[in-house]
């Protein structure tokens, strides 16, 4: 009870705070204090560095350290100091502090650009960083579908929730900007608080200190890149489609509102995105069916061309199924990116490929995308306030910038798609080599695992950094050689540094992995039959878990008859 409780009170919290942040900040700098495009454009890009590298640095030291709970509940009780502080940066509070002849809503902008940044740490220490590998640590085989249903629930239950909160807010005040941020602030800090009691610590191995940048760097390495190739070329095509995304979205509330005159824009948006969101949990099948090809395409021509019905279309309904359109595409492709960026993740180093996907996924078009829609908006048309200063009016433009993007997001799909072709084709080839091969040579193939204990938490390869790995001796292990080549294969990913400890016969090995003095030992697989022959060990393979395999094949030299047996005579023994 406690465990779902915890899930789904953080994740909606989490997620409300951060739609707040992502769509309705801009607006709160543009009404209360006028900031420009570029200003708006600036606050994205900022603040999508700072997740970036929290995500990646905390999620690193929070492996390090072995602890889940403490990050998240300090992290909420500071993300929700944090919003709290937003309630006080106003013209009336700021503008005694500055010197005169200095721009007041200019150091009101900057300060929530900067206090934006602090936020975004705290937060993405908390939920980013932490309550996903908490999430990931609390749940097995067993329930770990139903946990990501529920907390892929959320993020469309907090748009709901702010949307529907907002309509009672007159947003042109400060004073409704004040009791916004005193309620998400104070909640925020209620549900850190709560989360002492709610969350249960999970079992997390702290990984060695020399281990924290080797695990970081891991996915920045060019020999991985090289050997992962499809997995770079679609994290590449990922980062264009999101900086198409992020060409309009900054202005997104402020275009329907202030552009088309929408003030009832949540009438228009939320019934887009929650139709959008039922297409999306149908449509995810079509890449378990069809593929990657057949089903990125139609999800990307449907963005495109919600993109040129938003540019031409001005009225209420047309505008409607433009943006219904644009968010199925944007949906639906997203899923379609997430699916195949997992099935070319290697199982086994999952963690070690996180700081690249945040890399794609956040950085690169938090900070591309908007500069692109700040640059169309350049010379956007002004409109006077009541306090005499100017505001810009965002136009459509914006929707002919990421169709513009969005062809050169075409262009990085054919090359991922051709990278595809020939990853397939010399797949085929080295197929069709290998029954050749076969057919002509002696080849002998040699498998080794890496095991632990059923309980151990390790899931992957990525999770055993700071194991002892306990082999056997050379002497005694019939695949030395494939356990060299396995621990040299495992090396860059566990920070370059692998400990090992030697044994000298098999019921040693593994006796020191029921002891707990390695925690990991390497098996040849034919080991695994001859440990569960023994009446001591019969239960090994139930006791332990497999999470790493190894092969190498090599040629064995053909046995050469002494006398031909065409001329010879020759004897068979049966």
């Known amino acids: 009870g406690r465990f779902w409780l915890a899930l789904t ?3 909606l919290v989490g997620q409300v705070a951060w739609v707040v942040e992502n769509m309705y900040f801009n607006v709160f700098i543009y009404k209360m204090f006028h900031a420009t495009a570029a200003q708006i454009s600036l606050m994205v890009a900022a603040s999508a560095v700072v997740a970036t590298l929290t995500t990646i640095l905390i999620g690193a030291l ?3 350290v072995g602890k889940r709970k403490l990050f998240i509940c300090v992290g909420y009780l500071l993300w929700g100091i944090s919003i709290l502080s937003f309630a006080l940066i106003r013209v009336d509070v700021i503008s005694p502090m500055v010197s005169a002849g200095v721009a007041v809503t200019t150091v009101c902008v900057n300060l929530t650009i900067l206090m934006d940044c602090v936020m975004t740490f705290f937060g993405s220490t908390a939920n980013d960083a932490c309550f996903n590998a908490w999430l990931t640590d609390s749940t097995d085989d067993t329930n770990r579908g139903a946990a990501e249903g529920i907390n892929a629930m959320m993020p469309m239950m907090a748009i709901l929730v702010v949307f529907g909160g907002f309509m009672f807010f007159d947003l042109e005040k400060a004073a409704s900007w004040v009791t916004i941020f005193t309620i998400i602030g104070v909640v925020v800090i209620l549900i850190g608080i709560a989360g002492f009691w709610l969350i249960r610590e999970p079992k997390v191995t702290p990984s060695p200190a020399g281990s924290y940048w080797g695990s970081i760097l891991y996915g920045f390495r060019p020999s991985v890149i090289r050997r992962h190739k499809v997995l770079y070329l679609t994290l590449l095509a990922f980062a264009g489609f999101g900086i198409s995304i992020q060409v309009f979205m900054p202005y997104l509330i402020l275009y329907y509102e202030k552009s088309l005159g929408m003030t009832n824009y949540v009438l228009v948006m939320a019934p887009a995105i929650v139709l959008a969101a039922v297409f999306t949990a149908f449509y995810g099948r079509r890449y378990d069916t069809h593929g990657f090809r057949r089903s990125i395409l139609p999800g990307i021509a449907l963005l495109m061309a919600g993109y040129l019905a938003l540019y031409f279309t001005r009225d209420t309904l047309p505008v409607f199924f433009g943006s219904l359109c644009m968010m199925m595409g944007y949906l639906s492709s997203n899923a379609i990116f997430g699916a ?17 996907r945040i890399v794609a996924q956040v950085l690169v078009p938090g900070v591309i995308g908007p500069a692109i829609g700040a640059a169309v908006l350049k010379n956007a048309e002004l409109v006077v306030n009541g306090d005499g200063t100017t505001s810009f009016l965002p136009n459509a433009n914006i929707w002919l910038a990421a169709f513009a993007a969005g062809v050169v997001l075409c262009g990085l799909l054919a090359v991922l798609l051709s990278g595809l ?7 085929a080839a080295s197929g069709k080599s290998a029954l050749l091969a076969i057919a002509g040579k002696n080849l002998q193939k040699t498998t080794s695992y890496v095991v632990v204990m059923a309980d151990d938490p390790a899931r992957s390869i990525g999770d055993t950094v700071g194991y002892t790995f306990g082999i056997l001796s050379e002497d005694a292990d019939i695949s030395a050689d494939n356990t060299s080549a396995l621990l040299e294969d495992i090396k860059d990913g566990l920070g370059g540094r692998v400990d090992t400890s030697t044994y000298a016969d098999l019921t040693s090995l593994a006796d020191a992995l029921y002891d ?12 695994l039959t001859a440990l569960d022959s023994l009446d001591d060990y019969s239960t090994f393979t139930q006791d332990t878990r497999i999470i790493y395999e190894f092969s190498t094949t090599k040629e064995l030299e053909p ?7 065409t001329s010879q005579p020759f004897v068979v023994y049966c």
């Open 9 to 11: 009170v953080f994740s």
């Open 62 to 64: 929070s492996d390090r």
């Open 340 to 356: 195949m960026m997992r099935t070319y993740t290697p199982p086994e180093q999952v963690g070690l490929f996180q700081g690249l």
């Open 421 to 427: 072709m020939l990853y397939g084709s010399v797949a």
């Open 516 to 527: 707990g003095n390695a925690g990991a030992i390497i098996l040849n697989s034919g080991y």
């Open 559 to 565: 046995i050469k008859p002494n006398a031909s047996i």
